[in-house]
């Protein structure tokens, strides 16, 4: 036999391949079908702690897409104070496996799609659980990992501005000036939160927050809103889940079981419980769950992002590599073989 | 700054690197002396288990080593059925991250590093849990992944004879012929297992049971014998440990968690407690617990495997490839920067 090969992208062969929102959303839609219909193994994300030696830790997600057969792990970092040293806060690596024999087929930076893959949640909930006359979007947090979000929102919805605001003004700025060649709609900066949520029909929070409060106050939020707080650390009233009319995550066995994410805490404190759920955005897709029913409704949406997501996405960047050519080869073991 | 690079090391390269056994043995004691100090983060190793899709499970291993200050997770399948694909049941994946800024550093084919650091733990294990005067080694199974436990307890005492037996006679033989050229005692294959075990000082069994069996009776066990039974589903009568004068383990934690290995049913069942525990192997190596007091002592040594070996033997690979020159340089990220 001809020995195994694995294929390598860095960032910029994940870069080189333009993959575009609409692929992006249908790849990242799919494996939330298959979530929400039971054809994935996800075992809960887990972490490797490290903050008292270093102020970081890593999530380590792996999981099972059977539409496509392929089992994947993601490692990645998540280190606050990464800026001091030049380096963005997460790094990813997302390794891919034949699910039939276990063999290594591929290693892909998944920094930049992990952003894309969260971007493409964030845009496929708000396609089930925004109105679909949504016009006004309200983005709080300014981080470079965020632009997906609005790109991709800005591909589904006719918006007619994007309000962005974040803690600092020159980070906004920056932000908007990156975004407004990306998008269609109009951007404004706000200086406040309230400023921004008022009045939106779609309301994301994508801070890094360094402990829970409340930046975005319950009686901002219009009635029929979507709001989407998918940051690691509580940015809203912790009665807000509790208080829409709807309140959906990605998986809340996960979820419930991690020490990280916007409602941990609230978890752990026995306030949020399985009971306020309406559904897994995945039931949601799949249909077997109804996603928004009337203009009128609250609806919250968070998702932790999981491993499924990854995998989905990786597939697409891999398969789309080997079309064009594009990354490493490597020779993973010339002779493997049963001794 | 210059951009994020990574080291990739095949089974070629990892082969060329010689690493004998003395070096391994220090690299994993090394890990183990940590982990007995708590020096390490080490959550339990976790599964992504495909068994109904493909007859296969992925063990995925994490871990953190503060005195070189690495973190490391190895991905390793396993797949029972994979020789009918002519390929081995185990292949390896391990990725090595700089623990301050979760930089990846390298990515390493750790499928023949998995079966040194288990052949080391091995060694480790008899050099203080086994009579120094030890002069017979009977191995239980005859898997390629099993050499390493020979040649390193063959590098570590004066052994008189190898016994080696295996379900099949072809193995056996394959295996004893493979090892004569490894080791400086004589080899004998034994057609039965009561026939390798009687008399032998130091037992190790690494088979490959599809169900749990009592392959060596307790009645055949010397006084005075050290036995290591690491294959996945139990081997020995579930009373060896608990009747044994010291039951000792690499990890309580990941063994009482996991749902595989030799005797994870015998914990389930509530027949094996923390009780039965005289010591993990990392507070005998400290010095934190005594090893082997008596010539009389039976001593069962029961290791999973855990992350800081990989890690340890990892960085010694990455290492000794850096000054050699071995391995593929990969640019992961040309421009990674926190935006």
């Not at 090969?5 to 994940?14: G, I, K, R, T, Y």
């Not at 792996?62 to 990645?76: E, N, S």
């Not at 995550?249 to 404190?269: E, K, L, M, N």
Request: some cysteine; charged content about 25%; proline content about 4%.
């Amino acid at each position: 036999m001809p020995g195994l090969e694995l294929l390598f992208l860095s960032a910029e062969d994940v870069a080189a391949l333009d993959l575009s929102a609409a692929e992006v959303i249908e790849a990242v839609e799919a494996g939330l079908h298959a979530h929400g219909t039971g054809q994935v193994v996800l075992p809960p994300k887990d972490h490797l702690d490290l903050e008292q030696q270093h102020r970081g830790h890593f999530n380590i997600l792996k999981g099972y897409l059977a539409p496509i057969d392929v089992a994947g792990v993601k490692v990645i970092g998540d280190y606050l104070d990464n800026h001091l040293h030049d380096l963005p806060s997460e790094l990813a690596l997302l390794t891919l496996y034949e699910a039939r024999t276990g063999v290594p087929r591929a290693i892909v930076d998944a920094t930049e799609l992990t952003w894309m893959r969260t971007g493409a949640v964030t845009a496929v909930g708000a396609r089930h659980l925004a109105r679909r006359d949504s016009t006004v979007l309200a983005h709080i947090g300014a981080r470079g990992t965020a632009r997906c979000n609005v790109a991709y929102l800005d591909s589904l919805f006719e918006l007619a501005e994007i309000r962005v605001t974040s803690r600092r003004a020159e980070s906004r700025q920056r932000f908007a000036q990156e975004m407004a060649e990306a998008v269609r709609a109009p951007i404004r900066v706000t200086d406040s939160v309230e400023e921004a949520v008022r009045g939106a029909d779609i309301v994301v929070d994508a801070t890094r927050l360094s402990r829970e409060q409340v930046l975005i106050r319950n009686d901002w939020i219009s009635p029929g809103a979507l709001v989407i707080p998918y940051g690691a650390v509580r940015s809203t009233d912790p009665t807000l889940p509790i208080l829409a009319h709807k309140f959906v995550v990605d998986d809340w066995r996960q979820a419930a079981g991690s020490p990280f994410g916007q409602y941990s805490t609230a978890i752990a404190d026995g306030i949020l419980r399985r009971g306020h759920v309406h559904a897994e955005i995945g039931e949601i897709v799949a249909g077997l769950r109804p996603g928004r029913e009337s203009d009128h409704e609250l609806i919250v949406f968070w998702h932790r992002g999981f491993a499924i997501s990854d995998i989905a996405l990786g597939v697409l960047a891999v398969d789309r590599a080997r079309e064009r050519g594009v990354g490493t080869t490597l020779v993973y073991s010339a002779q493997a073989r049963e001794r």
